[in-house]
């Protein structure tokens, strides 16, 4: 099964099968080859504006590196406000406006399983960290990360939230995570791959 039929067998299901097929394909091994799989988490609060943006331009990444076979990634929220919708219409139209098509995702929330699941959980501020430090073990915290910290070209620790500002801060946000998802796909191949 390939990515795109996976996106044509989720955009037909309803919101209660949407998280368990999203689950299973991220648990899969789906095109698989001897490299290894590395799986990304991508956390902001409510999953509509900074995390579907931050997995939408990553995923371009890695397919414009033909590496899809070897990471997958996923997006989530800390709280349950925006559950089965989709990303907010001004980050959807700030990516596509950089040819980036994130109208397909489906906002959740964080699971305890995810913390097992995925390889790198990627908090787009200090208190989605915190929050994601709460409800892990001590082992999984490990696997927590700051997304910005991957970034080489922006001094800073968060990736701030655009909701309720302008156009400008979808933008802003587009500019900091393609930033930080090229360093961070720099770390995944250096570490993984």
């Not at 789906?30 to 331009?57: D, H, Q, W």
């Not at 899809?68 to 406006?97: F, L, W």
Request: proline share 3%; aromatic share 8%; glycine share 6%.
């Amino acid at each position: 099964m390939s990515e795109s039929i996976f996106f044509e067998i989720f955009r037909h299901a309803s919101l209660e099968n949407y998280a368990t097929i999203r689950a299973s394909f991220i648990d899969s091994d789906i095109n698989i080859n001897v490299m290894n799989t590395v799986k990304v988490l991508f956390v902001c609060m409510g999953n509509i504006c900074r995390s579907p943006t931050a997995e939408g331009v990553f995923q371009q990444l890695v397919v414009t590196r033909k590496l899809q076979s070897h990471i997958r990634m996923d997006s989530a929220g800390t709280h349950a406000y925006h559950i089965g919708e989709q990303p907010d219409q001004r980050s959807q139209a700030a990516a596509k406006n950089r040819g980036i098509d994130i109208s397909h995702q489906k906002a959740r929330k964080v699971e305890v399983s995810d913390f097992d699941r995925f390889d790198y959980i990627l908090s787009m501020d200090k208190s989605n960290h915190r929050d994601l430090h709460a409800l892990a073990s001590p082992e999984q915290r490990q696997r927590i990360h700051l997304f910005m910290d991957f970034s080489t070209d922006w001094n800073v620790d968060e990736v701030p939230d655009p909701y309720y500002g302008g156009g400008h801060g979808f933008e802003r946000v587009l500019d900091m995570v393609q930033s930080a998802s090229e360093g961070l796909l720099e770390d995944i191949l250096r570490r993984h791959l």
